[in-house]
């Protein structure tokens, strides 16, 4: 209807122009009307047929009709007299009529202003119209990515559906990602509960070293999980990576490498793209810095070119800790990492803290307890199946508990320790066989706790840091965490396990870390959901503070916990789908970008809902100048000068028709 209604304004105006000067003017005939004309014969006047005839529409119409009538003498000077004074009153009242209708007609500026203003918003909407249509109705097929993550405790699967997105080429990371395996949680090899969704098999793969079997049932059900989520035109596109953490780490590099090699073998199985390359275990660093890219892509803090500062991550792993910032200057040494995304640049420090993870803090807890004792003369020992096994008194424990433990890092002579020097044997390199027997004493659980922090306890150093005056998980070397961050993944545990807040404060930790203490290991069990290292929750509420406060000098307002599905993996998804785009056609483009919002003031609105309302508009625009050009024309329309006024008796004349 309002294209009907455009179209009935453009003819209008296109006759306007386009219409030759009528001939029914103003202008009085040059010829005068004759004087002289047959006898008037009022008794053969036939009525009828003269209030028939037509009205002219001009003067000369006039004198040739005047010249075919007979009039009668007396009358014919009077009755001539009296219409031309009628014509010229219609004549002025008409010019006065079309002066008005020349300043509302379409030809006024008004008018043309208004067509040109609605002209100006069809060009608009249509500019839009195909950005959005570009955008959203010719979205790219998706692809996928396959991420193996394998940590200390566990392998896990990440599936990651990914698109280009047409409208943050220039603005911001150009990938849209979702996450397949944060929808549902699966575990094979264990019946313990799950901290967040998630698809793993435990142990770790560096406890299958040498045994190929355990390695293929690690490997193969995440495998067949992902080849179940993913369409099967996508397997032949899809890559797939195997990236090993912390665990494989500590593993001496001939035994890593055949753990990955078997590995190898597993992945060319199946389907999906698999190179060498991507098998492989990764560095501090690098765990580092794509953790702290999948921090920020969920923020949407990836692009600074708004001037929003970026957040640090805090990534607390089974065995280790990594820690990534952007100063917000330029950076220098061995931590610095330059990271381009897209055409926005960011200056990090990424480092890697080993032996920080909550596994290895506690078990060096347990180290430094053993240490102690060891020293002692008074040794309590206990004897099963005739082997000497040391009793150990842990205060993070409950009372009532006692379970055996596997110190990997205790030698039977901790005099022979690697801090202190000797040669271990390969007979002592496996750890050894303890009974950790619960002695709860919460003051003397902190200080176990911050022991286990400082570094310099478990370095060659022969001073001890100052906790207070330095952040003592740190080396020299290290640069000193700065701004806002986000502690993830064990972090979270922590929180979750004790129904925290992501905004909780250090002192509420330690209170509900003290009273989870101070319950029986028979009501502990009770009190929560079975789920993996149950009893190590009451050293982690004191442990994650000291290593918070004393460990990196961080305060409360500077913390908050993010959740436990942003994992590292993201970040290599992104970084991975980014460099599988061409430079030239994708980030290297230049176009006019349609922009994803626009801002009225305080008024936020979306590329999609500006569109609509500026059809909208311009839909009302048509509407408005219809109407108007209606109301005109029908208000002041253009008249022809009509020759006779209706037959009136007072005239005393009449046409005679031969």
């Given at each position: 209807?309002?294209?009907?209604?455009?179209?009935?304004?453009?003819?209008?105006?296109?006759?306007?122009?386009?219409?030759?000067?009528?001939?029914?003017?103003?202008?009085?005939?040059?010829?005068?009307?004759?004087?002289?004309?047959?006898?008037?014969?009022?008794?053969?006047?036939?009525?009828?047929?003269?209030?028939?005839?037509?009205?002219?529409?001009?003067?000369?119409?006039?004198?040739?009709?005047?010249?075919?009538?007979?009039?009668?003498?007396?009358?014919?000077?009077?009755?001539?007299?009296?219409?031309?004074?009628?014509?010229?009153?219609?004549?002025?009242?008409?010019?006065?009529?079309?002066?008005?209708?020349?300043?509302?007609?379409?030809?006024?500026?008004?008018?043309?202003?208004?067509?040109?203003?609605?002209?100006?918003?069809?060009?608009?909407?249509?500019?839009?119209?195909?950005?959005?249509?570009?955008?959203?109705?010719?979205?790219?097929?998706?692809?996928?990515?396959?991420?193996?993550?394998?940590?200390?405790?566990?392998?896990?699967?990440?599936?990651?559906?990914?698109?280009?997105?047409?409208?943050?080429?220039?603005?911001?990371?150009?990938?849209?990602?979702?996450?397949?395996?944060?929808?549902?949680?699966?575990?094979?090899?264990?019946?313990?509960?799950?901290?967040?969704?998630?698809?793993?098999?435990?142990?770790?793969?560096?406890?299958?070293?040498?045994?190929?079997?355990?390695?293929?049932?690690?490997?193969?059900?995440?495998?067949?999980?992902?080849?179940?989520?993913?369409?099967?035109?996508?397997?032949?596109?899809?890559p797939v990576f195997l990236?090993?953490?912390?665990?494989?780490?500590?593993?001496?590099?001939?035994?890593?490498?055949?753990?990955?090699?078997?590995?190898?073998?597993?992945?060319?199985?199946?389907?999906?793209?698999?190179?060498?390359?991507?098998?492989?275990?990764?560095?501090?660093?690098?765990?580092?810095?794509?953790?702290?890219?999948?921090?920020?892509?969920?923020?949407?803090?990836?692009?600074?070119?708004?001037?929003?500062?970026?957040?640090?991550?805090?990534?607390?792993?089974?065995?280790?800790?990594?820690?990534?910032?952007?100063?917000?200057?330029?950076?220098?040494?061995?931590?610095?990492?330059?990271?381009?995304?897209?055409?926005?640049?960011?200056?990090?420090?990424?480092?890697?803290?080993?032996?920080?993870?909550?596994?290895?803090?506690?078990?060096?807890?347990?180290?430094?307890?053993?240490?102690?004792?060891?020293?002692?003369?008074?040794?309590?020992?206990?004897?099963?199946?005739?082997?000497?096994?040391?009793?150990?008194?842990?205060?993070?424990?409950?009372?009532?508990?006692?379970?055996?433990?596997?110190?990997?890092?205790?030698?039977?002579?901790?005099?022979?320790?690697?801090?202190?020097?000797?040669?271990?044997?390969?007979?002592?390199?496996?750890?050894?066989?303890?009974?950790?027997?619960?002695?709860?004493?919460?003051?003397?659980?902190?200080?176990?706790?911050?022991?286990?922090?400082?570094?310099?306890?478990?370095?060659?150093?022969?001073?001890?840091?100052?906790?207070?005056?330095?952040?003592?998980?740190?080396?020299?070397?290290?640069?000193?965490?700065?701004?806002?961050?986000?502690a993830l993944s064990g972090?979270?545990?922590?929180?979750?396990?004790?129904?925290?807040?992501?905004?909780?404060?250090?002192?509420?930790?330690?209170?509900?870390?003290?009273?989870?203490?101070?319950?029986?290991?028979?009501?502990?069990?009770?009190?929560?959901?079975?789920?993996?290292?149950?009893?190590?929750?009451?050293?982690?509420a004191a442990y994650v503070?000291?290593?918070?406060?004393?460990?990196?000098?961080?305060?409360?307002?500077?913390?908050?916990?993010?959740?436990?599905?942003?994992?590292?993996?993201?970040?290599?998804?992104?970084?991975?789908?980014?460099?599988?785009?061409?430079?030239?056609?994708?980030?290297?483009?230049?176009?006019?970008?349609?922009?994803?919002?626009?801002?009225?003031?305080?008024?936020?609105?979306?590329?999609?809902?500006?569109?609509?309302?500026?059809?909208?508009?311009?839909?009302?625009?048509?509407?408005?100048?219809?109407?108007?050009?209606?109301?005109?024309?029908?208000?002041?329309?253009?008249?022809?000068?009509?020759?006779?006024?209706?037959?009136?008796?007072?005239?005393?004349?009449?046409?005679?028709?031969?």
């Open positions: 209807m309002g294209l009907n209604r455009l179209a009935a304004v453009y003819a209008v105006i296109s006759r306007h122009f386009s219409a030759s000067p009528p001939t029914s003017g103003f202008a009085h005939s040059s010829t005068p009307l004759p004087l002289s004309s047959p006898p008037f014969d009022s008794k053969q006047v036939d009525y009828k047929r003269a209030c028939g005839l037509h009205r002219a529409s001009s003067l000369p119409e006039l004198s040739s009709s005047a010249n075919k009538t007979d009039l009668e003498p007396g009358i014919h000077s009077r009755w001539i007299q009296t219409k031309y004074s009628s014509l010229n009153l219609q004549k002025d009242k008409l010019s006065k009529e079309n002066v008005l209708f020349s300043v509302f007609s379409p030809n006024g500026r008004w008018i043309k202003v208004a067509v040109g203003f609605s002209f100006l918003l069809f060009l608009i909407v249509v500019y839009l119209g195909s950005g959005w249509k570009s955008s959203f109705w010719t979205l790219e097929p998706s692809h996928f990515t396959i991420i193996l993550d394998c940590g200390s405790t566990g392998t896990r699967v990440h599936v990651y559906e990914w698109s280009h997105d047409n409208r943050k080429v220039q603005e911001k990371f150009p990938i849209v990602v979702h996450s397949i395996s944060g929808e549902s949680a699966e575990i094979y090899g264990h019946e313990n509960g799950l901290a967040y969704l998630r698809v793993q098999t435990e142990p770790g793969l560096d406890k299958f070293l040498h045994n190929e079997s355990g390695l293929r049932a690690s490997i193969e059900p995440l495998l067949n999980w992902a080849e179940q989520h993913i369409p099967s035109d996508a397997h032949r596109k899809t990236l090993a953490t912390a665990g494989l780490r500590k593993l001496p590099s001939s035994d890593a490498k055949w753990i990955l090699d078997k590995a190898w073998a597993i992945l060319v199985s199946y389907p999906f793209i698999c190179q060498r390359s991507r098998v492989r275990v990764i560095s501090g660093v690098e765990e580092a810095y794509y953790g702290w890219v999948a921090l920020n892509y969920n923020m949407d803090k990836i692009d600074n070119t708004h001037g929003h500062k970026t957040f640090g991550a805090l990534d607390l792993g089974g065995s280790s800790l990594e820690v990534t910032f952007e100063p917000g200057e330029e950076t220098k040494g061995e931590y610095a990492v330059k990271l381009n995304i897209g055409s926005v640049e960011h200056q990090l420090y990424a480092y890697s803290l080993p032996a920080y993870g909550l596994n290895d803090a506690f078990e060096k807890s347990v180290i430094m307890l053993h240490k102690k004792l060891s020293e002692r003369s008074n040794e309590e020992l206990r004897f099963s199946n005739n082997q000497m096994i040391l009793q150990i008194k842990h205060p993070c424990l409950q009372a009532g508990y006692r379970q055996s433990y596997h110190c990997s890092k205790c030698y039977p002579n901790q005099a022979g320790s690697p801090q202190n020097g000797r040669r271990i044997t390969r007979k002592e390199i496996s750890g050894t066989e303890i009974e950790l027997v619960g002695d709860p004493d919460w003051a003397e659980c902190q200080a176990l706790a911050k022991s286990t922090v400082n570094a310099s306890l478990w370095s060659h150093s022969s001073v001890a840091t100052n906790c207070e005056q330095y952040p003592c998980a740190l080396k020299k070397h290290h640069p000193q965490p700065h701004g806002s961050f986000y972090f979270f545990f922590v929180y979750k396990f004790y129904n925290l807040s992501s905004a909780a404060t250090y002192h509420e930790i330690l209170e509900k870390g003290q009273h989870f203490c101070s319950k029986t290991w028979k009501n502990a069990q009770k009190s929560v959901a079975p789920q993996p290292f149950l009893e190590e929750y009451c050293f982690r503070v000291a290593l918070l406060i004393d460990g990196l000098h961080l305060k409360d307002e500077q913390i908050t916990v993010g959740s436990g599905s942003i994992t590292w993996t993201l970040g290599v998804a992104l970084l991975e789908a980014a460099n599988s785009l061409s430079t030239n056609e994708r980030l290297g483009s230049q176009h006019w970008p349609i922009p994803d919002t626009i801002n009225i003031g305080n008024l936020h609105l979306d590329a999609v809902t500006c569109t609509l309302f500026l059809f909208i508009l311009l839909m009302l625009c048509i509407f408005i100048v219809s109407c108007i050009h209606r109301f005109i024309t029908q208000s002041w329309p253009k008249r022809h000068l009509p020759l006779f006024e209706p037959y009136s008796a007072n005239i005393g004349s009449a046409i005679k028709v031969p």
